[in-house]
């Protein structure tokens, strides 16, 4: 780990990461790709250690609260986050301005922030997205190895669920002849829909891998899964999308699923509600 003092923290579309790099070691990790130009070794994970202030000034110079993001290239709830409060400090400065809060995680230590999801779902709007790729902790533990594994995320979701903070699950990637089962699909959907989350977001049903993200996962599978690297390379070649063999039919029962359980699975319209922070103070207009 080593600290840095970034020039911003926002992007145009108001995500931000906190950390670069990140040590929860998943096997598939798209961040580690060569296109991304990391200047340090991935797990040597980079701290932006004035991201709050650099947030407080980005919020202030905005003309009305927005929804702001984050985790989409490193889970901020890494364990260092249990002794930086970054993320924390980051989410009461949302607090404050009025903004809404989209977290993703892969980790229950989102719980602790609790308090401030509260408090920014009762401004505004807060969701935290959690990723489930398998219902089998044992396999998690080996594609997603130095975080919780699927077990503990679902009871962290059950407790938002009881705490009322909204919830989107990335039930991605799927990898083939891995996880790409239907049984595993059917059980992660179970837990979904008995965590009550409001949206499912499966992409492609399947995997993308390129230049350095590939090696690693090809490296996981000469430990794990002797026999699928020579499938892979067979089947995908260099291709950066690898759709599961079983993509249309694990689609057609997670779209149906969905839908009965009235959980949004189109990823435009789960974006479109991610994104949207509704108005906080609709009895403030003027009549037309
Ligand atoms: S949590 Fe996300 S950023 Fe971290 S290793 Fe896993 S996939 Fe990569």
């Not at 902790?137 to 080996?142: E, F, G, I, N, P």
């Amino acid at each position: 780990m080593h600290f840095v003092s970034a020039k911003g923290i926002l992007s145009a579309q108001n995500g931000m990461n906190i950390y670069r790099g990140c040590t929860h070691g998943c096997i598939y990790c798209d961040s580690r790709s060569a296109c991304y130009q990391m200047p340090h070794a991935f797990e040597d994970v980079e701290v932006k250690q004035n991201a709050p202030e650099l947030l407080d000034l980005a919020l202030a110079r905005k003309r009305r609260p927005c929804m702001v993001g984050t985790g989409g290239m490193s889970d901020p709830y890494m364990p260092c986050e249990a002794e930086l409060a970054l993320t924390r400090r980051c989410l009461e400065i949302i607090a404050r301005h009025g903004c809404g809060a989209a977290v993703q995680t892969k980790s229950d230590l989102v719980l602790r922030d609790m308090d401030l999801f509260v408090r920014i779902r009762d401004r505004a709007k807060c969701v935290v997205q959690m990723t489930l790729t398998t219902a089998d902790d044992a396999l998690c533990r080996v594609a997603e190895p130095n975080v919780c594994p699927t077990g503990r995320r679902y009871e962290a979701l059950k407790v938002l669920q009881r705490e009322g903070i909204p919830t989107v699950v990335w039930m991605t990637p799927l990898l083939p002849y891995i996880n790409d089962t239907e049984e595993n699909v059917r059980a992660i959907l179970d837990l979904c829909f008995d965590a009550g989350v409001r949206g499912v977001l499966t992409f492609g049903c399947g995997l993308t891998l390129r230049q350095g993200d590939r090696e690693y996962y090809y490296a996981a599978l000469d430990r794990h899964f002797p026999e699928l690297k020579e499938v892979y390379i067979k089947n995908y070649g260099n291709a950066y999308e690898l759709p599961s063999p079983r993509a249309a039919r694990l689609r057609e029962l997670i779209v149906t699923a969905c839908r009965a359980h009235h959980v949004m699975t189109d990823t435009d319209e789960i974006f479109a509600w991610l994104r949207h922070l509704p108005d906080p103070y609709p009895q403030m207009r003027l009549p037309l």
